[in-house]
Structure formats: structure tokens, C-alpha cells
């Protein structure tokens, strides 16, 4: 646990130092769970989302895309169930006076014991060596089962009392697993409550016409409310999909680790529209795709996993959590969820409009199902990040910080270094420099010696280093450095650009995911 944390530590500091996310008005001593992004911040982001909207609805032929206001009537969240049922359950210690999610006290318990599993896993790792078989070790070692069970019976448990909205037991298992605030170390808990989480704002000048708001909780009713106006001037048969990325907001009880858990955060969110009684299908589809997408980023199988949800969502039949390996645990990433008509047919009730579609194929008029795919923006930020931070020991006995961001969502994809600051060289760097900027974010760094300018560079995630010394007058070609194997080879001037296309260009990533 310590080395976790300090771990998430590493990686927060890093943000900051490297200029990717910064505190809110930190001047002011920051708001608490609101972060900016910073110089190499809003790069990544903007390559995250760019990626995913590639994705989405470019090499889809059936998704479109929106881009829906964040205000929105305020029956729409009536309609959406988030009025009613947009609540997390919390709980306070009476001695730290700290307000938790009871759901997430409990989770935490289940990823102790899950962490309990992977010692066993690792000390039998050690033991047995070459011979060692994990499946089998899994599912034959007795205390693992033990915990596997234990952990088990404590999700079902908290599911159902979740579902039944059975708040006494949700404190009466806290209770039962002596579960102890972090801070105070007491089990002086008060009752489980419910906590509506959106934010609410008014509308107009005057206090008796204004109008009461929400800032949206999620981008989906966005979506939901222009199905028909999308579907009739797109001309779009089911199924079909609508794609967002866009601000939500939530007021979240417990906002800590970092971008983790903001109250103001981007989703990513695609609605796919389809014919009643096929939303089986469609699940499956969807969440194999999903991990194909994640899995073409090189960030490594063993870091992502499903989780099927016990507890469904008001709006749910099917619902499953791609989650990634945070420094903390594996934790939700993304969310798949099989929605039913359950939004659409809401939103017909409450606005008495028709949302239905004719299918040409059956003759019917009917209100298509929805799967969606929904993940957070900032969350996959700080998948990516995280997952890159690095210290490596090298062969000569140093070491060096490196953050091996896939270089296709990289901030910079190449610094152009001169090796010193005269003969000509600046000259040259800066002229390869100038033709590589139309296509590409390029650094150029020219102070310092050169093997500081490579861990600059490492540290801040640029993969590609291209140095001009004075051969590139002689004969023309550059040193391109790799940050990841730091191997360096000889390449002609007039294929740099070749190279770094190769490395780089969204293409070659995501056709990884055919
Ligand atoms: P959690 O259980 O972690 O609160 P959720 O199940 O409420 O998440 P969804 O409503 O399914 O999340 O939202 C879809 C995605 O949006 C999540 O998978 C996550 O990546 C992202 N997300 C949700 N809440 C936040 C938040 N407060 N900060 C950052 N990202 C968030």
C-alpha cells in the first residue's frame, strides 16, 4: 500500500513538473478535485480524444457525431431518472468528521483481499519458478479460493443492498467487516444517506423567472434528446450510433486521486441505436471493440480486465466496467451499458413527443434499444500517464525517468537537436525543424549537452529524437533517437519524415484494432 501510494505520488509530481496537469486556481490553494491541463497536458488530451473519435466515427460508416449544449431543459433530467435516482450512498466517521461513499469503503475492503491473492500468486510465483502455472494455481490453492470467495460474497452483498436501496445494510456489512475510517482509525460511523450528485444553476435575471438548472451529469441526453432530429437528417438506419465528447460535472462526495474523480471531468460517450430484442448482441460487440481499442495502444493485456456489474444502473439490462490497472488497483475505466428503451421511452412520456423510428426492413414503428460506450477522458489521461511513468536502471549503472506515453498520443512526437550551438549546426536542426511542423507537434531544444537534452525529453514523453552533428553537413544524414530502447541509428535528412509517420500517424495504431 505505501508503495502505491507513494507510486500515485510520483506520477501527480510528474504531472505538474512536466507541465501536463496542474491544481485550479492553485494560487488560491486549488478547488478541491477541479484540475487544468497543462502545456503537454492539452495535447495528450486533445490526442486521446482525437484517437477515440477516429475511432468512433470516422472508421464507422453508421456513427455520427454531436456536439450538444451542456445546459439543458430541466425535465430532461427528470425524464433521465437522475432527479430521482443520480445518488451515491455516503456515510461519515463521527470521530474524523471524513465523508466516504459507503459503496467505495466497501470496495476498497475487496481490493485488499484482491491484493492479498496476487502476494499468494507472487510468493508461489517465486517458489515454483519456471513450472509455475497461475490458472491452475488460481483455482486449486485453498486460501486463494478462500479469498476469492470472501471477496465474492461481499460485492454480491453489497449489490443487492444497493439495488434494494437497503442502506442499513450497507452499514450494518461496513459494520460486519470492521471496516476503520483511514484518517481517525475508529468504527464510529453514522448512518448510510443518499447524496444527489448533480450540480444546480439558475437560469434568467430576475429571482421569479429564473429557472432552475442542472449542469449535466453526463453527456448521453445530449444525445438521446436529437436522436430523431439526427436520425431523419443523417438519414440513418438502425443500427446507428451518435457520438459526443463533452464536458459533465458531479458533485462527487469523495473526490480524491487526482484526475481520477473530478467534479468537473470529459466523457467520451457513443449511443448506439438499435432494433429491440438484439441488445445481447450488440453488448458483446461493443465491449470486445471497446478493448480493442484500448488494447491498440501497446499499454499491455495484462493491465485491463472486465468487471460485469452486479448492481445495475436505473437505465440498465447489461452493464460491464472495462477496468485498467491504476496505481491504486484496477478501477473503472470505461463503462458498457446495455440501456434498454429506457431513456428514449422517458423522454417520449415526458415531452409527449414521438421518438420512434420506422424500420423499412420489418414495417414496424418501434423505440430503438441503446448500447453505449462510455469513458472518461481525464480517467484514460491518467491511464496513459501512469502507466508511462518509468524508472529504468540502465546497463552503466544510472538511471533515468522515462514516460513512455504510446508515441502516437505523445504531445511532441520529435525534438530536432543541434549538438552544439554553432558550426551550422542550429541552422540545419532548425530547417528540419520548419518542414516537420506542418504535420507534427516538433520540439527544438538546443541548451545543454545532449545526453541532459534526451532525458529531458524522455522525462517529458517525446519519442523521437532527431540530432543533426557534423556529419549531417558532410553527408547529409541525422542520429534518430528512440526513447523507448534508446537505440540510435544513421537516417538520411530526406526520410525523417517517413519515419516519424511511421511511429506516429493514427493509422498505423488503429489499424491494429482490425
Ligand atoms: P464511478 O463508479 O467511478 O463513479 P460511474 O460508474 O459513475 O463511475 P459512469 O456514469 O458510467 O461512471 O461514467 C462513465 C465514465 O465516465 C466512467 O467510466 C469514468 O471513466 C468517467 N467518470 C465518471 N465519473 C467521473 C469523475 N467524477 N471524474 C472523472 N471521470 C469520471
Redesign the pocket.
Known amino acids: 500500500m505505501a508503495k502505491q501510494e507513494d507510486d500515485f505520488k510520483k506520477v501527480i509530481a510528474h504531472a505538474k513538473e512536466y507541465g501536463y496537469v496542474f491544481q485550479s486556481s492553485e494560487i488560491y490553494d486549488g478547488l478541491s478535485a477541479v484540475y487544468d491541463y497543462a502545456q503537454n497536458g492539452v495535447e495528450l488530451k486533445n490526442n486521446i480524444r482525437e484517437y477515440w473519435w477516429k475511432a468512433m466515427v470516422q472508421l464507422h460508416e453508421n456513427i455520427v457525431g454531436l456536439d450538444a449544449a451542456i445546459f439543458m431543459h430541466p425535465t430532461t433530467w427528470k425524464a433521465s431518472g437522475h432527479i430521482d435516482a443520480f445518488n451515491d450512498p455516503l456515510i461519515d466517521n463521527k470521530d474524523s468528521k471524513k465523508r466516504y461513499r459507503a459503496d467505495v469503503l466497501v470496495e476498497d475492503h475487496v481490493a485488499r483481499i484482491e491484493a492479498k491473492i496476487d502476494k499468494e500468486v507472487e510468493k508461489a510465483a517465486k517458489r515454483f519458478g519456471e513450472t509455475f502455472d497461475k490458472e491452475q494455481f488460481l483455482a486449486t490453492n485453498a486460501r486463494v479460493i478462500g479469498y476469492m470467495e470472501q471477496a465474492g460474497a461481499i460485492l454480491k452483498r453489497l449489490g443487492k443492498s444497493l439495488e434494494k436501496e437497503d442502506l442499513a445494510d450497507v452499514k450494518l456489512l461496513i459494520e460486519e467487516l470492521e471496516i476503520a475510517c483511514p484518517v481517525s482509525g475508529s468504527r464510529n460511523w453514522t448512518d448510510v444517506k443518499q447524496f444527489n450528485l448533480m450540480f444546480g444553476t439558475k437560469l434568467g435575471a430576475t429571482a421569479d423567472t429564473a429557472m432552475d438548472l442542472y449542469l449535466r451529469p453526463?453527456t448521453a441526453q445530449g444525445i438521446f434528446v436529437n436522436f430523431l432530429n439526427v436520425q431523419k437528417t443523417g438519414r440513418m438506419k438502425i443500427p446507428f450510433g451518435i457520438a459526443q465528447v463533452g464536458k459533465a460535472f458531479?458533485n462527487?462526495i469523495v473526490a480524491r486521486q487526482f484526475i481520477?474523480?473530478?467534479r468537473e471531468?470529459e466523457?467520451m460517450e457513443m449511443q448506439f441505436f438499435i432494433r429491440p430484442g438484439t441488445q445481447k448482441e450488440w453488448y458483446e460487440q461493443w465491449k470486445e471493440t471497446r478493448m480493442k481499442w484500448h488494447l491498440s495502444m501497446g499499454m499491455g493485456p495484462e493491465n485491463y480486465r472486465f468487471h460485469d456489474h452486479e448492481k445495475l444502473a436505473h437505465y440498465a439490462d447489461a452493464a460491464a466496467?472495462i477496468e485498467f490497472r491504476f496505481p491504486f488497483g484496477f478501477k473503472?475505466?470505461?463503462?458498457i451499458h446495455s440501456r434498454t428503451d429506457f431513456d428514449l421511452g422517458n423522454h417520449e412520456k415526458y415531452s409527449g413527443k414521438k421518438l420512434q423510428y420506422f424500420d423499412p426492413d420489418t414495417n414496424e414503428h418501434y423505440v430503438p434499444y441503446v448500447v453505449e460506450t462510455?469513458?472518461?477522458l481525464?480517467?484514460m489521461f491518467l491511464a496513459v500517464f501512469s502507466n508511462s511513468l518509468q524508472e529504468e536502471e540502465l546497463d552503466n549503472g544510472t538511471s533515468r525517468t522515462v514516460l513512455k506515453i504510446p508515441p502516437v498520443l505523445a504531445p511532441t512526437k520529435a525534438a530536432v537537436l543541434p549538438l552544439v550551438k554553432k558550426d551550422g549546426l542550429p541552422e540545419v536542426a532548425m530547417k528540419i525543424y520548419d518542414e516537420l511542423k506542418w504535420d507534427y507537434n516538433i520540439a527544438y531544444d538546443e541548451k545543454d549537452a545532449v545526453g541532459r537534452r534526451y532525458r529531458r525529453q524522455d522525462a517529458a514523453g517525446t519519442p523521437l529524437c532527431i540530432t543533426v552533428d557534423h556529419q549531417t553537413l558532410e553527408d547529409d544524414t541525422v542520429t534518430l533517437r528512440y526513447r523507448d530502447s534508446m537505440e540510435q541509428i544513421r537516417i538520411p535528412v530526406a526520410t525523417i519524415r517517413e519515419k516519424v509517420s511511421l511511429e506516429v500517424d493514427m493509422k498505423y495504431w488503429l489499424k491494429k484494432m482490425a
Open positions: 453526463e458531479r462527487e481520477f474523480r473530478m471531468f466523457q466496467d473503472e475505466l470505461e463503462g462510455s469513458i472518461g481525464d480517467r
